[in-house]
């Protein structure tokens, strides 16, 4: 659970810049206080009373530096000289000196934040995604990165300072008056304690509306997403009003909750500003009416009073900003402790220096899994493949084929038994090297929006452009490459919409071959393609055994008769092994499906 100090662990390597920063800014906000002080000194010399010791001492220093006689030109002189220091000559300083690094340390914090974003969206484990759809993971990190920019240029260059400045009001009035400066004080505290408290309570709604926004985000992104699917059942308006119905009730939510909370805050706090300046308007009138400050001390410190209470409209509005922004920030630094998946590797550059070798012998040993433990997917698997042999893993749906190929790529750990790769356990090897030597043709091929090229290469993005030609002649990439507009460097599209399901399906295939992997493994391939298409990735399949060991899982039996040897599973248990027609001939589950898809009946 992410609190408050969480927020803060970003700025930590910028703390010394921080600082300095936040120190500049706080002098310049009090330095201000000289310029009430230099006119309320000027009035008294304007109407022939005594300037304080302050001001004297200033006019003395400045005669002895300047040999000039003292008197009424030197004392205006000087009193104008500090206003104009304060102000003409701060300008271009505080520019530099303060803004300029509240913003750098603000969007180096945001470089930093999103970098941190992509290392935690690629550690994840994939369990996280099964419940966490892109849209949601994708808002949660965009508001939080976005408000934690916006919130600290207005913390450590507004706030920070501007509560300096009260502090350094306070100073001044306590110098002229020491029962104004309680009065003050104690009414300050009381403005400033009760909006904290209910600011407090609206933070606690801003958390439920912020999960409210996140959800319906999510199911943005899932219209666009399968906006396909929508558009053929003709649920458009269905959608539509669902998401109407979500909007009027955060707009309900904001208004009945929110929004009217920081109204009544408001009110709240400008009843009691103003009876506040009220108050100390009368009080001071009256200390200067008792002579016990002059009229410049009154104007002082009535200015400065009005510069403090002033300050409580945009404090306040910080104060509201920062409370809508704060649930926002929570959740995102919540998603950045989400617990890394046991297949998390580092993200160092991968070379081919490190590169393992494999001769793709794999060994499973006792093997049993389930993603909950009380209920196997798979159970007591032993099963040797010998290197270079192409092995088929069939079964009814349900029957644990995908899920035995997860666990080689090391997606989840066993719950009990071991995967050997050339007599070495899978999970002692460093996991980017050992995935390295893996490739996978899945049954819908992940395509990303860029050039043909950029797919082809993508694990292997160091591939010579022969080895991309020669995989492409393999998988038969070249038989449509012609009617691509610009060849290799066709924008495919976003997920690949400009091409058919076959020709994703053989740019997967080339894909894996220029990973050159010591394993390949065909994931239900051709289970969605029709038959034209089936019957050329079967040949694209075919052309490759033996030159590597295969792991192939279909439902059509055709795609794997020339298997070395099939695997039948059924309940996450092995019941048959064997070649196509050693498995005809016994009595079992692979006759039944053969027999099953021969005569056209669905399995």
Request: glycine letters at 6%.
């Amino acid at each position: 659970m992410a609190s408050f100090r969480d927020l803060l662990k970003p700025y930590r390597s910028y703390r010394a810049i921080a600082i300095f920063s936040i120190a500049i800014s706080s002098f310049f906000e009090v330095a201000d206080l000289a310029v009430p002080y230099a006119i309320g000194q000027i009035l008294n010399l304007l109407s022939g009373q005594s300037l304080d010791n302050i001001a004297r001492f200033l006019i003395t220093n400045t005669a002895v530096l300047t040999n000039l006689p003292e008197g009424q030109f030197l004392a205006l002189g000087t009193l104008l000289g500090l206003i104009f220091m304060v102000t003409v000559v701060r300008a271009p300083i505080q520019a530099w000196a303060a803004m300029w690094y509240h913003w750098a340390i603000a969007l180096k914090v945001r470089r930093d934040s999103s970098r941190q974003t992509v290392q935690k969206i690629l550690t994840l484990p994939l369990g996280f995604y099964d419940e966490n759809n892109p849209g949601r993971v994708a808002g949660k990190a965009a508001r939080g990165i976005s408000n934690q920019m916006w919130t600290y240029p207005e913390i450590a260059g507004q706030l920070i300072p501007k509560l300096m400045r009260i502090l350094g009001i306070f100073g001044v009035i306590l110098v002229i008056d020491r029962r104004i400066a309680i009065v003050f004080l104690f009414s300050f505290l009381f403005i400033l304690i009760f909006s904290w408290r209910k600011l407090r309570k609206l933070v606690r709604k801003e958390e439920i509306f912020d999960r409210h926004v996140e959800n319906t985000e999510s199911r943005n992104s899932e219209i666009i997403t399968n906006i396909k699917t929508v558009k053929a059942f003709a649920n458009e308006s269905r959608e539509f009003a669902r998401q109407k119905r979500r909007f009027d009730r955060e707009y309900r939510f904001v208004i009945d909750r929110i929004h009217r909370g920081y109204v009544y805050l408001y009110t709240q706090q400008q009843t009691f500003i103003h009876s506040c300046e009220f108050l100390i308007l009368g009080f001071t009138l009256w200390e200067t009416l008792q002579g016990r400050i002059s009229l410049g001390y009154f104007i002082t410190c009535l200015t400065v009073a009005s510069m403090a209470y002033s300050e409580l409209d945009p404090l306040s509005d910080l104060g509201e900003m920062f409370a809508r922004r704060y649930a926002s920030m929570i959740r995102f630094h919540e998603f950045l402790q989400e617990p890394e998946g046991s297949d998390a590797t580092n993200l160092l550059p991968y070379t081919e220096e490190r590169a393992y070798r494999f001769t793709g012998k794999i060994e499973l040993s006792q093997l049993t899994f389930g993603y909950h433990r009380d209920r196997p997917i798979l159970q007591d698997i032993n099963l040797l493949i010998e290197p270079y042999q192409t092995v088929a893993l069939v079964g009814k749906s349900g029957s644990g084929k995908s899920t035995l190929v997860k666990l080689l790529f090391r997606y989840f750990e066993p719950d009990r038994g071991k995967i050997l790769m050339d007599g070495e356990d899978v999970y002692n090897l460093d996991i980017t090297r050992y995935r390295k030597r893996l490739a996978i043709v899945h049954q819908e091929v992940d395509i990303f929006n860029g050039t043909l090229l950029e797919n082809l290469i993508y694990g292997n993005p160091a591939a010579s452009f022969s080895q991309v030609e020669e995989a492409c002649k393999i998988a038969r990439v070249d038989d449509f490459l012609g009617e691509l507009a610009k060849g290799y460097y066709t924008i495919v599209g976003e997920r690949g919409v400009r091409l058919s399901g076959g020709q994703r399906q053989r740019i997967g295939i080339a894909r894996a071959l220029i990973m050159n992997p010591d394993v390949l493994i065909f994931d239900e391939a051709t289970s969605s393609l029709d038959y034209e298409s089936e019957r050329l990735i079967q040949l694209a399949m075919r052309s490759i055994f033996g030159t590597r060991t295969m792991i192939i899982i279909a439902h059509r039996l055709s795609t794997v008769r020339e298997a070395d040897k099939i695997v039948v599973l059924d309940s996450g248990r092995i019941v048959e092994v064997g070649s196509h027609g050693e498995l005809l001939h016994q009595q079992g589950i692979y006759r039944q499906l053969h027999a099953l898809q021969e005569t056209g009946e669905l399995v």
